[in-house]
């Protein structure tokens, strides 16, 4: 076996965005290109000489290859142990579960999350340091400047190993474990939640559930753990086994996306709580018989009821949501004398509060829930907390939420995402709206009376690091917002994400659909960023 000195030159368009390295698997497999990422994580994460990593993506087209490559780059550069998922797989909550659990050096995880898979869509590469959360901004930027410098990469010329088959091997001096990591993520869910009582609710025959885990990542985990560990039916489950193109579709739980589950929930012989979850397994999507739950209301639902759950009956100690989130959960930390903090988008922003144990749950908008027993969002970990309050409180889903609005208000929420726009034509909507706001401020739009109109900056309470520019906030006297901001796990042209919120405290006013409340308020989101002249979409791609 030699280490071979492999040269090369940089590419110029390695910045990670919100979460990793996302681009066309095409980019991809352009010689060198992966090679010079997984590089520069070695040049700049020196603790993995030595060291041991965790390595493992959502299974989609590419992420055997990268693998192999990967861990013949870690031989060469000197990495003790790597610990791979099984059949290369490792839901993203998984790989954060093993850093932590076997305190490794770090983890690459592969994986472009909800984006469609295949060879002609999306692959993804991402660094999560060793309290297994995405690296921070500080870090995926030493990476970012080491890719525009690097002129060669270290490889070794062994053969492909067996990724089918628990059990070790070497390449070199490099020991690789292959585990099956549903065993390890198993056990640190089954500490937090009662799984013999949700065994008991399932045993009662008085309720059912289905699972939709999107051809992607979840499959394996969901199978043993609703199936096998808490006794639902078989079949359950669906779309169960990871597929390379996720069946062809976009493997992201949203009703517009994970339609045969929401037909399950639907009608008389509807399931009483359905949940599906994408790509790489950290998002979630909660659904009662014929009832969606906002992902800001699942969070603000999660911390109010945090204390009637096993593995948080000894109380919180606050709560994050990402700035686009809306603000129920802001309205639960009030009441309960908890603090709330409002990071920007990407689950980085909460490793440090986590960390230094400001909060215990966060949660975005982006069908995202968490807490701190890992360092990503978890989507069977949301599933699981739903499933074991509705065992605890022996209520419907929807009696829940409504009961919720009751105590706190009702959090109208929606977004519109126009996707694949000009990113020239973009860029310059978010300028001429940032040159706006301060005309805005206290104007009145529509019968609106502006609060605040500002462009999002955050200093992190605990390293005063300062991410600015982070999306355009325009704020009511009402409580209603409106949000603007582009997305930055896109692989093609620009995304601009308009987020909705209105707020109804009046219980006798809490039954309108959603879209009427907020018809107002897509207007007045249209008209001032003037989305149809800009981007030339009368109409959003996607509306959640
Ligand atoms: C989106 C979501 C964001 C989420 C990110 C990664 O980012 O809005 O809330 O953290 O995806 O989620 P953006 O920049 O496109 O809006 V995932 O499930 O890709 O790890
Ligand atoms: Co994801």
Redesign the pocket.
Known sequence: MNNNNVASQPFDDQRP???GLRKKVKVFQTPHYLENFVQAIFDTQTDLSGGSLVLGGDGRFYNREAIQIILRMAAANGVAKVIVGLGGLLS?PAASCLIRKYKTDGGIIL????NPGGPDEDFGIKFNTPNGGPAPESVTEAIFSRTKQIDAYRITDHDDVDLDQVGEMRIGETLIQIVDSVIDYTELMADLFDFERIHQLFNSGAFTMCFDAMHAVTGPYAKHIFEERLGAEPGTVINSTPKVDFGGGHPDPNLVHAHELVTNTQGHNGVDFGAAS?G?G??NMILGRDFFVTPSDSLAVITANAHLVKGYTSGISGVAR?MPTSQAADRVAEKLGLECYETP???KFFGNLLDAGKITLCG???F?TGSNHIRE?DGMWAVLFWLNLLAVRQQSVESIVREHWKSYGRNYYTRYDYEAIDKAAAEALMQSLGDKLDSLVDSDIDGYQVAYADNFSYTDPVDSSISSNQGIRIGFTDGSRIVF?L????TQGA?L?VYLEAYEPDPQKQTSPTEEVMKPLVTIAQNLAEIAQRTGRTEPTVIT
């Not at 994986?111 to 909800?114: G, K, L, V």
């Open positions: 965005g919100t979460s993203t994986s472009a999350s909800h994408d790489d950290d998002r990402s988008t990407g689950w975005e908008e982006s995202g969002k901001r997305s930055g796990t896109g995304t994400r």
